[in-house]
């Protein structure tokens, strides 16, 4: 059965970079024709898609946060990505990795808190 | 880009009770509208794809309706397990940009 799992450190200090990796058990994300992607949800607030990636390697990010963002597939081809630098207060969340299939989210992993903070 | 707004932003309801929830697009995107389930805690569920497309394992008292520019999401009657959070998603620019409504909080 398919799973996420995200990863990576739950403080980070501000201006530096935020990053977390999303590991896929039970497939490869490359025998999937799927884009992956991540979202992200504040706390107390709504949820926030930051990007997606296709397993060739084709990424879209979202608008307000492309300057900062970097979405890439691991050369283990069982894990995705996410880097988001120069990170203020305002980033911190529950950052979410997920499948996406014809454009709806239908797996997610359980999420992981990032605080933003010196 | 595309804009979604959902109403209420919450709602109180009790068991039994017929509930919808408005999803508006700021411009046509046709039935590209998904519908999620987020209990606190935990991360969301999709519930329905394709603005009416109900995902498997999801019971029937959850459906989905409209197109072009407004959509609703109806619990038919509500039960227990039933409040949460929930969130419209289009996916007319998928992959793009894709982006989620503000959530509505259904409360007893």
């Known amino acids: 059965q398919l799973q996420l799992q995200e990863s990576g450190p739950g403080l980070v200090k501000p201006s530096e970079t935020l990053s977390l990796t999303c590991t896929v058990s039970g497939d490869f994300i490359i025998s999937t024709n799927y884009y992956w992607g991540w979202i992200r949800q504040p706390p107390g607030k709504g949820l926030e898609w930051i990007g997606s990636i296709y397993y060739s390697g084709n990424t879209y990010y979202s608008p307000s946060l492309k300057s900062r963002v970097t979405v890439s597939v691991d050369t283990s081809e069982t894990e995705f990505s996410l880097m988001l630098s120069s990170v203020t207060a305002a980033d911190t969340a529950v950052y979410y990795c997920a499948r996406l299939r014809s454009g709806s989210f239908d797996l997610w992993g359980r999420g992981t808190l990032v605080i933003v903070s010196s | 880009d595309i804009q979604m707004t959902q109403s209420p932003s919450s709602l109180s309801a009790s068991v039994g009770d017929r509930v919808t929830i408005t999803c508006r697009a700021s411009q046509f995107i046709s039935n590209f509208l998904n519908w999620y389930q987020q209990k606190p805690g935990k991360a969301p569920k999709l519930l329905i794809y394709a603005a009416s497309g109900l995902q498997s394992g999801v019971p029937s008292r959850f459906s989905g309706s409209g197109s072009g520019t407004d959509f609703t999401l109806t619990i038919s009657s509500l039960q227990p397990d039933d409040f949460a959070s929930y969130y419209c998603?289009?996916?007319?620019?998928?992959?793009?940009?894709?982006?989620f409504g503000g959530g509505t909080k259904v409360e007893i």
């Open positions: 998603q289009q996916s007319y620019t998928n992959p793009q940009v894709l982006t």
